[in-house]
C-alpha cells in the first residue's frame, strides 16, 4: 500500500535539516521549518500571500538558474526537473540579505503534480569557484561523498596509516529488505529513507570521518585512527540508533554492517573484500555487524 502524500510526505520532511518544499511550480504546497527559516517567513500561508509565485525567490547569479532562463509561461520546476543536474543550481536571499547558493534535488510525486525539492547550500564550493569539483565528488541524492571521492581519501588515509603508524578502520552499511521499502512504498519513500539514515549516520561521525554512498542502499564509513574494538562499538552504535529510530511517516529500517580492520599491506581493493565478506555474513542474519 502506498503512503499518501498528506499523511507521509509533507510531515517527514520537517525531520530533514535542509530546506525542503513541496510545490506545483506555482505555489508553496508545503515546507519545512529549515525552509521558512531561512526566507523569514510564519508559515506557508504568509509566504503565498506576498509572493506572487514561488519561483521569485531566485535571484539571477552567474550562470545558475533564474525565472528569467524561461519562458513566462513555462513551470519552472518541469524546466529543472527534466535539466541535467549541472544547471539544477539557484541563488536564493536568505533572512539576513546574504545571497547564498543551492543545489536542489527534485523528485516528482508519482501520479501527482507537485515536486519535492530537497535544497543543500554549496556557496563555499561557488565561492572557491569548485563547483564543477563539488557535483563530480559528491553524491546527487544524499550530497555526501561519492566513490570517486572515497578512493581519494582511502589513499590519503593509507598514507598517513604508514607514515604515522596510524590504526585505520573501515565499515560497509546496507540497509536490510530496501528493495521491500522501494516496492511497497515507491522510490520517493525510499528516497527519504536514503537521506534520513545519511542524516542518522553523521550524528555518530568524527570530522574526520569519511562517509560515502558506494552504490544503492550501501554505504562506506572510514575511520581514521580507529582500531577493531573500537571500530566494532562504533558500528553497534549506528546499528541500535537505525533500529531505534522511529518516524511515523517513514517505514522503520534495520542496517547490516561489516567492517575491517586495515593492515599496511592492503590496499583498497582487499580491505573492501574484506568488509564486503563480513557485511554478507551480517545479512544473513539481518540487524548485524560483523568484523573479519
Known amino acids: 500500500m502506498k503512503l499518501s502524500i498528506d499523511n507521509n510526505i509533507i510531515s517527514t520532511i520537517n525531520a530533514i535539516p535542509n530546506p525542503v518544499i513541496l510545490t506545483d511550480g506555482k505555489y508553496l504546497q508545503s515546507a519545512n521549518t529549515a525552509f521558512l527559516e531561512f526566507i523569514n517567513s510564519d508559515s506557508i500561508e504568509e509566504f503565498n500571500l506576498c509572493k506572487g509565485n514561488l519561483s521569485e525567490i531566485f535571484v539571477k ?10 519562458e513566462p509561461d513555462q513551470n519552472w520546476a518541469d524546466f529543472l526537473f527534466h535539466s541535467e543536474d549541472l544547471k539544477r543550481i539557484v541563488s536564493i536571499y536568505n533572512k539576513n540579505g546574504e545571497l547564498r547558493d543551492f ?15 530537497v535544497f543543500n547550500d ?15 565528488y ?23 596509516k604508514k607514515r604515522y603508524k596510524d590504526e585505520l578502520g573501515i565499515m560497509l552499511i546496507d ?21 534520513l539514515l545519511v542524516n542518522l549516520i553523521k550524528t555518530k561521525l568524527r570530522i574526520n570521518d569519511i562517509l560515502a554512498r558506494w552504490g544503492g542502499e550501501e554505504f ?23 533500529e531505534s529510530h522511529l518516524d511515523k511517516n517513514l517505514p ?5 554492517i561489516g567492517l575491517t580492520e586495515i593492515n ?17 555474513l551480517a545479512k544473513e542474519k539481518r540487524n548485524n555487524v560483523i568484523i573479519l
Do not use: W
Not at 556557496?123 to 563530480?136: D, M, P, Q, R, V
Open 252 to 256: 522503520q529500517i534495520t542496517i547490516s
Open 138 to 160: 559528491h553524491d546527487h541524492l544524499t550530497k555526501i561523498y561519492n566513490r570517486q571521492k572515497f578512493d581519494e581519501e582511502f589513499l590519503k588515509a593509507m598514507e598517513n
Open 103 to 117: 543545489d536542489i534535488t527534485i523528485k516528482k510525486i508519482e501520479n501527482q503534480k507537485e515536486y519535492l525539492i
Open 122 to 136: 554549496i556557496t563555499s564550493y561557488i565561492l572557491e569557484k569548485n563547483e564543477y569539483k563539488y557535483f563530480a
Open 61 to 70: 547569479h552567474g550562470n545558475f538558474f533564474a525565472p528569467s532562463d524561461i
Open 264 to 280: 599496511d599491506s592492503d590496499n583498497i581493493n582487499s580491505s573492501i573484500q574484506r568488509a564486503d565478506e563480513a557485511l554478507f
Open 175 to 195: 540497509i536490510d529488505y530496501f528493495k521491500k521499502v522501494n516496492d511497497t512504498y515507491g522510490h520517493l519513500i525510499g528516497d527519504l529513507v536514503l537521506v
Open 220 to 242: 562506506i564509513i572510514l575511520l581514521p585512527r580507529t582500531n577493531a574494538k573500537s571500530s566494532y562499538k562504533k558500528a553497534e552504535e549506528l546499528r541500535d540508533l537505525v
